[in-house]
Each structure stands twice: as structure tokens, then as C-alpha cells.
């Protein structure tokens, strides 16, 4: 399927003659466009797979390019250059070099899930951009997002103790992402709610803030979600072409941080 929208090409690509007369007809300017073909060498026969592998772009293979997910996008409204359908495209053609060029955009869905709602085929437009943007960061192309900071944050949390402790979960988040942990936005809202929290609710907050309840007789379901976890981070490494995670990973310090 052809690019079939001038928006889409590189203005690298586009030629126009300031001055052409064709047959007594004045055709300069945009009247006398052409687009220098290329050649695409460099396809990833496995990117549609790779992007189905992960949570959210398993049903990418179902769009048939009628562009309603662009059309509503509420980035698109204020950012042509979000294209949802072009992106499926590149995807399902495995140009990868060609995605590559607008990796620093992707991230930007909103998850209004617009699209998600207006796809007639149920490809879940919203999922395969989220689907992306995390290929994006296995692959190295972008860094490890704030969005996916906190959601590690937050699951370690969930699956270490089946409970989750808010404070806990900003701090980590904070020192996860490099910010302080005195921020003026925060120490107003903790203000706000200081005034206005029930004595006893403060306290249960508090002792939770030190202790770190546990949810009793968690451990067998821990090790069950811990298991299913490993096994589906191989799967998707695996389909993804990289190494185990185990291998991969750094030496952690998670366990200090989140202790
Ligand atoms: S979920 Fe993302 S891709 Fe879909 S309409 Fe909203 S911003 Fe656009
Ligand atoms: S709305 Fe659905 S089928 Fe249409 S282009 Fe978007 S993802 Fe593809």
C-alpha cells in the first residue's frame, strides 16, 4: 500500500518547479510536484509480531487502513505529526527505520481511547500505541518512560505484599526517576489533606507508611503471579529477539528501595 498522504512524505522527498510550462500550461509551484522514489532495503519481517507480542498490539494485524483512529485522536487535533494509522501501516510493513523517525512522538497518546472506540475492527488503536512505545524502550531506541517507572513501581509493590502504600509508591517513583522528593505541588497537597483527614485515618496512614502491611496469606499468590510474570517477560523477550531478562538485567537494588 502506497503512502497516500502528502502530509506523510518527507519534504526531503517532495520536488516542485518554481518555474514549469507544460504545453503553454503554467504548472510551477505545487502544481508541478513530484516525489523522489526510494528504496526501502531495511524492513523488520518481524515487526508486526513483535509489536502483537506486547500487552495491548496483539490485534494490529486487523486494521485495514480506514484512518477513523487518526481521524478522532485527540493528539492528532493539535499534532498532525500523530498519525495512528500511518504508524499501524509502518508496523504492518515492517518498516522500522521509517518508525524509528517519529519514536520520540509515540509516547505522546493520551489514552483517551477515541480511537480505541471509533476502529471498526477492533484493533484497539490505543493499546497498539502503547504496545510501541514500550517496544520503543526493550529495543533501546527511547528511554525507560516516567509511565513505565511508576507502573513497575507500583506492580513490585502489588506483587511483593498484595497491598500498595501511596507514600511508598511516590518516593520510589521519585528516586526511580532522578526527582526530588520535596516538590511544592506535593507538599501543598499533603498539606491540603493534613487538614482535612480524619484523626484515626492519619494514623492508620502513618503506622502503614512505616510497618508495610502485607495482604495475610499472600505468599502463595505471590509466587503465582511472580511465575506467571517471569514466564510472560521471557515470552516477550524472546519474541522481541532479546536477551532473558535475568541476563540483561544490572544488579538490582530494588529490594533497598522499595524495602
Ligand atoms: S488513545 Fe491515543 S492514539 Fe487513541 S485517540 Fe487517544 S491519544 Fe489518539
Ligand atoms: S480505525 Fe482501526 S482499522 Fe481504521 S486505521 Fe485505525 S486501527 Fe486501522
Same mark, same amino acid.
Given at each position: ?114 480511537? +480505541?472506540?471509533?476502529?471498526? *475492527? /477492533? ?6 500505541? #502503547?504496545?510501541? &512505545? =514500550?517496544? !520503543?524502550?526493550? @529495543? ?36 526511580? +526517576?532522578?526527582?526530588?522528593? *520535596? /516538590? ?6 499533603? #498539606?491540603?489533606? &493534613? =487538614?482535612? !483527614?480524619?484523626? @484515626? ?59
Amino acid at each position: 500500500m502506497p503512502i497516500h498522504e502528502k502530509a506523510l512524505i518527507r519534504p526531503e522527498n517532495l520536488l516542485t518547479h518554481d518555474k514549469l510550462v507544460v504545453d503553454g500550461v503554467d504548472v510551477s509551484g505545487h502544481w508541478s510536484t513530484f516525489i523522489a522514489p526510494r528504496v526501502v532495503t531495511d524492513y523488520n519481517e518481524r515487526l508486526q509480531d513483535e509489536i502483537a507480542a506486547l500487552p495491548g498490539g496483539e490485534f494490529v494485524h486487523r486494521c485495514w487502513q480506514c484512518g477513523s483512529c487518526t481521524n478522532v485522536c485527540t493528539v492528532n487535533a493539535v499534532n498532525p505529526d500523530f498519525n495512528p494509522r500511518f504508524w499501524i501501516y509502518l508496523i504492518r510493513m515492517g518498516m522500522e527505520s521509517e518508525l524509528l523517525r517519529d519514536k520520540d512522538i509515540i509516547w505522546q497518546c493520551v489514552s483517551c481511547n477515541k480511537c +480505541t472506540d471509533a476502529c471498526p *475492527r /477492533q484493533v484497539v488503536p490505543e493499546g497498539v500505541m #502503547k504496545a510501541t &512505545a =514500550r517496544w !520503543l524502550e526493550l @529495543k533501546g531506541h527511547t528511554p525507560k518512560s516516567s509511565s513505565t517507572h511508576f507502573d513497575e513501581e507500583f506492580s513490585e509493590q502489588v506483587i511483593a505484599t498484595g497491598k500498595i502504600e501511596e507514600g511508598r509508591i511516590i518516593r520510589n517513583f521519585f528516586a526511580r +526517576t532522578g526527582q526530588p522528593l *520535596r /516538590q511544592e505541588w506535593l507538599v501543598e497537597m499533603a #498539606k491540603r489533606i &493534613a =487538614r482535612r !483527614l480524619p484523626v @484515626k485515618l492519619g494514623m492508620v496512614m502513618g503506622f502503614a507508611a512505616l510497618v508495610r502491611p502485607r495482604t495475610r496469606g499472600w505468599a502463595k499468590a505471590r509466587r503465582a503471579i511472580e511465575g506467571h510474570v517471569a514466564r510472560e517477560e521471557t515470552r516477550r523477550r524472546a519474541a522481541l529477539g532479546l536477551a532473558s531478562a535475568a541476563a540483561a538485567a544490572p544488579p538490582s537494588n530494588d529490594s533497598a528501595r522499595t524495602g
